[in-house]
């Protein structure tokens, strides 16, 4: 604690512009999350290319996910090793890299290699970003911030797929890379320019041991769970590698606990809003990504969509979620979070108990409605809540508190997908037993209704949270603190 004190001191954030560091940090998140949904679409034709199966194709977004979810744990650590500036150009330089081993690469193995050195940039970049909010503004204005992040993080995956059907109908999948790679570039640029250093460097003692068993235990959980959502539950590799991750995140947080400078600071969980929003947010990724996944799959097997106009259909709900992220942040800033994630959530109730009665015949319009309205709720819930538990932290334990949410939002990703992809096939199954003459479309709406509906009784848990939710303050040194260099902030700029 006097360490970080110390630390602290020594960064003087009155002489920050905070409208420059926010772009950079804007424009390099924009480009990652861009890319990462831009290749899904593409798998069929990389299939062909390289003539390679479904599920060797599935590794692109399985490894993408396992290395992300491996390495934010760890940027809790570096992050106090390494500045502001040291680790967002590194991310960058890393993305880069890997753009462009993917975009020239001859063979599938080396695709496969670039992914995972852009899955490096992502995961260093995502958690030093909210860090960096959390820095430079004080308490009462975080909620703008962070709607301005929530409106890149939610805008690129709306327009990916949209954008990806054009360029793979006109063009090739390699230029899914080439043009990103300018993008990139430019980011990297504009970010040795204007982002300043506004991390406190700590530098605790490493220790190796919770890096390794962090390794295998979320690697072994967010593996374990996507395999399951490819294949089978019973399969002994699945059951095998979840077990040894949950062997190893149990393992991990009783050193946490035990060792003097631990690497990932669980006693975050002493504050009860952060905890709770943890848990919410869990809840209510799961809930998300079920319709992430599901909803294409319906799109274009039961209404026979192409790519392409399934990523149109897709689009509205993204662009307005995206436009509603900065505008639910001011609100934030001037209402609390109660009077937002509460209606919120009921938002995203709403749309997935309607799509449980989705069937071949439904409209486009139909579901570009019900995928507006599950967005707009999502907008109203993450960036306040998430900003609200994260609040209530004191400074020093800010790079802990968006390494555990980043952690944990990739693992209950994993966890949503394989739950609902499973439970979606469960039912198609039953389905086509009870119907033996339904068609397959007839059948996968089947088994979207019944995923549908266990992800609305997972929503009335997340519901539940909501009313306990309320506005927080920092620890009064932080708020002084973070007053007085608002207030000389304004004075500079």
């Given at each position: 604690?006097?360490?970080?004190?110390?630390?602290?001191?020594?960064?003087?954030?009155?002489?920050?512009?905070?409208?420059?560091?926010?772009?950079?940090?804007?424009?390099?998140?924009?480009?990652?999350?861009?890319?990462?949904?831009?290749?899904?679409?593409?798998?069929?034709?990389?299939?062909?290319?390289?003539?390679?199966?479904?599920?060797?194709?599935?590794?692109?977004?399985?490894?993408?996910?396992?290395?992300?979810?491996?390495?934010?744990?760890?940027?809790?650590?570096?992050?106090?090793?390494?500045?502001?500036?040291?680790?967002?150009?590194?991310?960058?330089?890393?993305?880069?890299?890997?753009?462009?081993?993917?975009?020239?690469?001859?063979?599938?193995?080396?695709?496969?290699?670039?992914?995972?050195?852009?899955?490096?940039?992502?995961?260093?970049?995502?958690?030093?970003?909210?860090?960096?909010?959390?820095?430079?503004?004080?308490?009462?204005?975080?909620?703008?911030?962070?709607?301005?992040?929530?409106?890149?993080?939610?805008?690129?995956?709306?327009?990916?797929?949209?954008?990806?059907?054009?360029?793979?109908?006109?063009?090739?999948?390699r230029w899914l890379f080439y043009l990103v790679i300018p993008l990139a570039a430019f980011s990297i640029v504009f970010a040795a320019a204007f982002l300043k250093n506004v991390s406190d460097l700590t530098r605790p003692k490493v220790d190796v041991w919770s890096i390794i068993l962090s390794t295998?235990?979320?690697?072994?959980?967010?593996y374990g769970f996507s395999k399951a959502g490819e294949g089978s539950w019973s399969d002994p590799e699945v059951v095998w590698t979840i077990v040894i991750g949950g062997v190893g995140i149990l393992l991990f947080v009783i050193r946490q606990l035990l060792v003097k400078n631990p690497m990932l600071?669980?006693?975050?969980?002493?504050?009860?809003?952060?905890?709770?929003?943890?848990?919410?947010?869990?809840?209510?990724?799961?809930?998300?990504?079920?319709?992430?996944?599901?909803?294409?799959?319906?799109?274009?097997?039961?209404?026979?969509?192409?790519?392409?106009?399934?990523?149109?259909?897709?689009?509205?709900?993204?662009?307005?979620?995206?436009?509603?992220?900065?505008?639910?942040?001011?609100?934030?800033?001037?209402?609390?979070?109660?009077?937002?994630?509460?209606?919120?959530?009921?938002?995203?109730?709403?749309?997935?108990?309607?799509?449980?009665?989705?069937?071949?015949?439904?409209?486009?319009?139909?579901?570009?409605?019900?995928?507006?309205?599950?967005?707009?709720?999502?907008?109203?819930?993450?960036?306040?809540?998430?900003?609200?538990?994260?609040?209530?932290?004191?400074?020093h334990l800010y790079p802990h508190g968006t390494a555990i949410l980043n952690t944990l939002q990739q693992v209950s990703g994993a966890i949503g997908t394989a739950l609902f992809i499973s439970i979606m096939s469960s039912g198609t199954k039953d389905f086509l037993k009870s119907k033996p003459d339904?068609?397959?479309?007839?059948?996968?709406?089947?088994?979207?209704?019944?995923?549908?509906?266990?992800?609305?009784?997972?929503?009335?848990?997340?519901?539940?949270?909501?009313?306990?939710?309320?506005?927080?303050?920092?620890?009064?040194?932080?708020?002084?603190?973070?007053?007085?260099?608002?207030?000389?902030?304004?004075?500079?700029?």
């Amino acid at each position: 604690m006097n360490v970080s004190s110390e630390a602290t001191a020594a960064v003087d954030l009155t002489q920050i512009k905070r409208g420059p560091i926010v772009a950079a940090l804007i424009i390099g998140a924009f480009v990652a999350i861009l890319n990462e949904t831009l290749l899904n679409i593409a798998f069929p034709d990389l299939m062909t290319e390289f003539s390679i199966s479904p599920a060797t194709i599935q590794w692109l977004s399985t490894a993408y996910m396992l290395v992300i979810g491996i390495l934010v744990p760890v940027t809790a650590l570096l992050q106090q090793w390494f500045t502001t500036r040291q680790m967002f150009l590194s991310a960058m330089i890393l993305f880069l890299a890997g753009t462009i081993v993917c975009g020239t690469a001859p063979a599938f193995s080396l695709l496969l290699i670039g992914r995972i050195i852009q899955a490096l940039g992502t995961g260093l970049m995502l958690p030093v970003m909210m860090n960096t909010i959390l820095v430079i503004f004080p308490p009462d204005k975080r909620g703008g911030a962070m709607g301005m992040i929530g409106l890149v993080i939610m805008f690129a995956p709306a327009i990916g797929p949209t954008l990806a059907g054009l360029i793979i109908d006109q063009l090739d999948w390699r230029w899914l890379f080439y043009l990103v790679i300018p993008l990139a570039a430019f980011s990297i640029v504009f970010a040795a320019a204007f982002l300043k250093n506004v991390s406190d460097l700590t530098r605790p003692k490493v220790d190796v041991w919770s890096i390794i068993l962090s390794t295998i235990g979320f690697g072994g959980v967010v593996y374990g769970f996507s395999k399951a959502g490819e294949g089978s539950w019973s399969d002994p590799e699945v059951v095998w590698t979840i077990v040894i991750g949950g062997v190893g995140i149990l393992l991990f947080v009783i050193r946490q606990l035990l060792v003097k400078n631990p690497m990932l600071e669980l006693r975050t969980f002493r504050f009860p809003m952060f905890t709770l929003v943890t848990i919410l947010m869990l809840v209510l990724m799961m809930t998300l990504f079920s319709t992430m996944i599901l909803l294409p799959l319906f799109l274009q097997t039961a209404l026979l969509m192409t790519a392409f106009k399934a990523g149109l259909t897709l689009m509205p709900g993204g662009i307005i979620n995206g436009i509603m992220a900065p505008i639910s942040g001011k609100l934030f800033d001037k209402y609390g979070p109660r009077l937002l994630v509460v209606p919120g959530i009921v938002l995203v109730l709403l749309a997935v108990w309607l799509f449980t009665g989705i069937s071949v015949s439904t409209s486009a319009g139909y579901v570009i409605t019900l995928h507006i309205i599950l967005l707009v709720g999502i907008s109203l819930v993450m960036m306040p809540a998430q900003t609200t538990g994260l609040n209530q932290l004191p400074r020093h334990l800010y790079p802990h508190g968006t390494a555990i949410l980043n952690t944990l939002q990739q693992v209950s990703g994993a966890i949503g997908t394989a739950l609902f992809i499973s439970i979606m096939s469960s039912g198609t199954k039953d389905f086509l037993k009870s119907k033996p003459d339904g068609s397959p479309a007839e059948a996968l709406v089947a088994g979207l209704h019944d995923a549908f509906f266990i992800a609305f009784l997972v929503g009335i848990l997340a519901l539940i949270l909501g009313f306990f939710i309320k506005k927080v303050h920092p620890p009064k040194e932080d708020q002084q603190n973070g007053a007085e260099a608002s207030a000389q902030q304004v004075q500079h700029e």
